[in-house]
């Protein structure tokens, strides 16, 4: 075999090696992001079944449907569901009322004037 010829041989086998080892990261990678969506999609399902159960507790407890429909649409998930019901009654001097933001205070009201 000339000289030539091995260099090619090696030319080829470095290339080969580079491409198998390329695909083999992207595999990983594209394993690594599907594992990351999937890791999404569980924690916005959970984000959901966290809305629906307090939708449910908040008909429950002030039975205005269109208002807990808003608060819960509406509301970050964070806010403790008991504070809908003071907050539905409008007890701006309470509490939870006190400790909302400036925002979420806007969307309480709103939700309150629109359900009525």
Known sequence: MSFGAKIFGWFV?????????SSAAL????????????????AL???EAI?????????????NRALCECLTRKLPVNIYFRSYAAIANQEKEGPEYGQLSAADKKIVDQCVSDSR
């Open 27 to 42: 595999s990983q990678q594209s394993l690594q992001q599907l594992e990351s969506a999937r890791q999404f999609e569980q």
């Open 51 to 63: 809305k629906r159960r307090k939708h449910v507790q908040c008909v429950i407890a002030i039975a």
């Open 13 to 21: 086998g470095i290339v080969m090696a580079a491409v198998v080892t």
């Open 45 to 47: 399902a959970a984000v």
